[in-house]
């Protein structure tokens, strides 16, 4: 077998109009771009070590802590002088503070006052919210030219400026809105950028060097589509395995922090941890950030049509991918149940975080500690569901059935705090089961997720419908805080747990609505939708 060759020149073959898919043939190397540049060992390092800095452990869990502290606190004084209104004989001890056994945490002012949980919720909502817009509205850009590495690049760059913006806020006489005005744009960004890293990686899969070496073989297209979606999926687990390493690092590197600034964290806490936190995800984040941007190859898509407006653009294409549900049915059952899913275990996820957060009275040490159970333990659940699905050969479907079911499995848990006084999430052991079993179980479907789709979409609409998977996953977590409203009014202080129920229902119909999506009726879509994009275009050069 000879070498792939990253400068090999084929000659372009003349498609017929009347093409199809047709597995056991050979396959034809321009169908494949076998003429642009092969992915080198060190760029698909980079690559690898930008998610290792992206990781998400500082906005969603880390410095998050400094905000949700600060609205706790403002919290605190609410139910004290709540509490102050109350007959002696009904009154909380003076030391009593708000949470599950005295009085549901609100945040606000005067009768305009909330649910801190509702808060965390609507806060993390808008951000999602506003990404969505975003997106919709110029992620179809990312796949013309290099415009998605372009707004990769900036939203990279405004998210860890912003990161280092945190330590000058002062967590005990700070103002908790401006805070949490600041975490906002930071996950805004954060999302941004973590949306379209997601769109580059199916393009790097299909000019793998195992890929070139099967087209340069003669492979049949079954065996280079088959070698395209094992790429997929490695490329897609190794890089979350390494986001995971990456949120684990920092969190030791904090541990070791947090003693340095207070010997005895267990007695008390040093506020600036916090801001700490904030300066350290943030730097780590930028040295992997800039040998990705070094080190990509930079491949172009094509130009933007003449009489495109590059501001409405994303608007008309997301309009177009909507009328596609009838050429291409598998994406859009699998976006209606993955927004389903994803609603009700994102809302389950920041549920439990609060519950955590108050049970541990935002205790940095423990909070760190908790956080490096979830991040060691979701290296090990990448680990094994990467070697099932190898060794078994397993589709992606399948192990991602397998995570979908078992965290669901796993939040819903917290239902039976609402008839227990001592389960379902209210001991520190089921706080532990929780941090180790989200990252056993919920880690794998970051990876999955993404591979699944690519199963299931036309590689040269690769941004377009990754910008709308992302705005899936960001609307998702909205209505999650409307839901959450209604139960507060209605229930009062049972609201951080009978919450769980409705969040629940909604991720099992998330999951059986997936169940209706079919990769193998998926790919002949996509073929059928990619043969007559050729028809057209080869029309529109004839005109």
């Given amino acids: ?4 060759d990253p400068e090999k020149k084929t000659e372009v073959v003349e498609i017929p109009s009347d093409a199809a898919y047709k597995p056991n043939a050979i396959a034809n190397p321009a169908d494949y771009m076998r003429s642009v540049a092969v992915v080198g060992a060190f760029e698909l390092w980079s690559y690898y070590l930008f998610y290792n800095g992206n990781n998400g452990g500082g906005p969603n869990s880390g410095f998050a802590g400094l905000v949700d502290k600060m609205a706790n606190m403002h919290a605190d004084k609410n139910f004290i002088e709540y509490n102050a209104t109350l007959p002696a004989d009904q009154a909380f001890p003076e030391d009593a503070s708000c949470g599950p056994s005295t009085r549901t945490c609100m945040v606000g002012y005067g009768s305009s006052q909330m649910p ?20 919709i509205s110029l992620g179809g850009l990312g796949d013309y030219k ?6 990769l690049f900036w939203s990279t760059f405004v998210s860890i400026t912003l990161h280092f913006c945190f330590a000058f806020v002062d967590v005990e006489n700070g103002s908790w809105i401006l805070s949490t005005v600041l975490l906002f744009f930071t996950l805004l960004t954060y999302n941004m950028s973590l949306s379209f890293f997601f769109g580059a990686f199916p393009r790097l899969a299909k000019h793998m060097p195992s890929v070139y070496q099967k087209i340069d073989d003669g492979a049949t297209v079954k065996e280079v589509d088959d070698e395209i979606a094992l790429q997929r999926s490695r490329i897609s687990m190794i890089s979350t395995y390494w986001s995971n390493i990456g949120w684990a690092v920092p969190l030791l590197i904090y541990l070791g922090i947090i003693f340095m600034l207070n010997p005895d964290p267990d007695a008390g806490q040093t506020y600036w941890t916090y801001n700490a936190s904030a300066i350290l995800f943030g730097a780590y984040w930028l040295v992997f950030a800039v040998p990705y941007f070094l080190l990509d190859k930079k491949r172009e898509g094509p130009e933007i049509p003449a009489g495109v407006n590059i501001y409405t653009e994303g608007l008309r294409q997301a309009g177009e991918a909507l009328k596609l ?6 994406v859009w059952w699998y976006f209606v149940g993955y927004f389903l899913y994803c609603d009700g275990v994102n809302s389950c996820g920041t549920l439990l975080g609060n519950l955590q957060g108050q049970y541990i009275s935002y205790n940095v040490l423990n909070s760190n500690l908790f956080n490096l159970a979830q991040a060691f333990s979701s290296m090990l659940g990448c680990l094994i569901f990467w070697a099932v699905q190898k060794q078994f050969r397993l589709p992606t479907k399948v192990m991602l059935q397998a995570s979908v079911v078992t965290t669901i499995l796993m939040y819903s848990w917290a239902i039976v705090g609402l008839f227990s006084k001592t389960l379902g999430y209210k001991s520190k052991a089921e706080f532990w089961f929780y941090n180790i079993g ?13 591979t ?3 199963d299931l979409i036309p590689a040269k609409k690769a941004y377009l419908f990754f910008g709308l998977f992302g705005i ?8 999650g805080p409307l839901v959450n409203f209604l139960i507060t009014a209605i229930s009062g202080g049972s609201a951080d747990y009978i ?3 409705p969040c629940t229902v909604i991720s099992i119909a998330g999951f059986v609505i997936i169940q209706y999506s079919d990769p193998v009726k998926g790919r002949a879509d996509v073929v059928k939708f990619e043969e007559e994009e050729r028809e057209r275009e080869a029309a529109a050069l004839v005109k």
Avoid: D, H
């Avoid at 899936?472 to 209505?479: E, L, N, R």
């Fill in 325 to 330: 549900a009838k050429k291409l049915p598998q």
């Fill in 499 to 501: 919450a769980f129920i």
């Fill in 452 to 454: 699944y789709l690519t």
């Fill in 472 to 479: 899936m996953s960001k609307c998702s977590a909205f209505v």
């Fill in 1 to 4: 077998m000879s070498e792939a």
């Fill in 438 to 450: 989200a990252g056993l179980f919920y880690a794998p479907f970051w990876a999955l997720q993404n």
């Fill in 116 to 135: 801190l949980v509702s808060f965390i919720l609507l806060r993390t909502g808008l951000a999602q919210l506003v990404v969505a817009f975003v997106l």
């Fill in 146 to 151: 290099l415009y998605g590495r372009t707004f």
